[in-house]
């Protein structure tokens, strides 16, 4: 297993910025290169600690899916090899935890789809009865599937600021009402059919978050990542109960060890313990192996 990598240190490319996890590079005037770091986020926060080997485990899942649900929308990748656009000795940087993709035009939303009920979406219904002002059915309880998954989009936040959910009016208003169907439309397709194929791996996603980016021509794209444990809230379907807050293979881990601090959600955040690095790596590999096959 090789070295951590907290932050990339690519000089042949140049920087075009850094996001919570991924270092992004330009690769010529069309193309970007994107290194998926073992960074961690919590609560919007970097936290100090890498998860060991979480870059290339992130990388594959979203390889896995990108593969997987092209025939719904085109994706991001290039399948140029990452390791061929940089540096001889930067190429231990890149490898296994990048991607060169095509240089898109970001839409200003996460296209979030939640599935069951739980997180936020929890809150808001016990409050409301609704989810992102959208109606459901009394008498719901924590962790139940929803009658059918319902979009519910986000503003997409500076780094170390905290994501805010928006009605459907919102995203027609940011993107136009075409599109905004669109996006809706294919977000759920996109969730149904990963769902569908994650049971069967016995892994229930419970919710997740897509971005979409449009080429010269307005053609939508899927980008970013895709169904990892980063965006995802994957839990095992042979534990998981109504009623009950199910355990989980992503990151949602580490915030229930951080519930159990005295920390205000501000940066800087809290070293972690290296049971809980080694855990956290852990549940990481076992979503890979279980969704893909691949051991990590």
Same mark, same amino acid.
């Given at each position: 297993m090789s070295a951590p990598l907290f932050e990339s240190s690519i000089k042949s490319l140049p920087l075009i910025g850094k996001g919570k996890v991924r270092d992004i590079y /330009? #690769?010529?005037?069309?193309? %970007?290169?994107?290194?998926?770091?073992?960074?961690?986020?919590a609560f919007d926060v970097i936290l100090?600690?890498?998860i060991p080997e979480k870059g290339r485990v992130l990388t594959a899942v979203a390889e896995f899916w990108f593969g997987k649900l092209s025939h719904v929308v085109p994706n991001q990748l290039t399948g140029i090899d990452p390791e061929s656009v940089v540096a001889e000795h930067e190429r231990d940087q890149v490898r296994g935890r990048s991607m060169v993709v095509k240089r898109l035009k970001p839409l200003?939303?996460? /296209? #979030?789809?939640?599935?069951? %009920?739980?997180?936020s979406g929890w809150k808001d219904y016990q409050t409301t009865g609704t989810v992102c002002g959208i109606p459901l059915p009394a008498g719901l309880q924590l962790a139940q599937k929803l009658p059918e998954p319902i979009f519910t989009p986000a503003t997409k936040a500076e780094v170390g600021a905290h994501d805010e959910n928006i009605d459907f009016a919102t995203v027609e208003n940011l993107v136009g009402a075409e599109?905004?169907?669109k996006v809706r439309e294919v977000s759920l397709r996109l969730y149904r059919e990963a769902a569908a194929h994650a049971r069967i791996k016995g892994i229930v996603i419970a919710d997740t978050k897509f971005e979409f980016?449009?080429?010269?021509?307005?053609?939508?794209?899927?980008?970013?990542?895709?169904l990892t444990p980063d965006s995802s809230r994957f839990w095992p379907a042979d534990s998981y109960q109504v009623g009950v807050s199910p355990h989980s293979f992503d990151k949602?881990?580490?915030?229930?060890?951080?519930?159990?601090?005295?920390?205000?959600?501000?940066?800087p955040g809290p070293s972690l313990p290296a049971d809980i690095i080694e855990k956290t790596a852990a549940k990481y590999r076992e979503a890979l192996l279980r969704l893909t096959g691949?051991?990590?």
């Open positions: /330009a #690769v010529g005037d069309d193309k %970007l290169l994107v290194i998926t770091t073992d960074r961690l986020s100090p600690d890498p200003p939303i996460e /296209a #979030v789809v939640r599935g069951y %009920l739980i997180g599109l905004a169907a980016g449009l080429d010269d021509t307005g053609r939508l794209y899927l980008i970013d990542e895709v949602q881990f580490v915030r229930d060890y951080l519930e159990t601090l005295d920390w205000n959600k501000q940066a691949i051991a990590g």
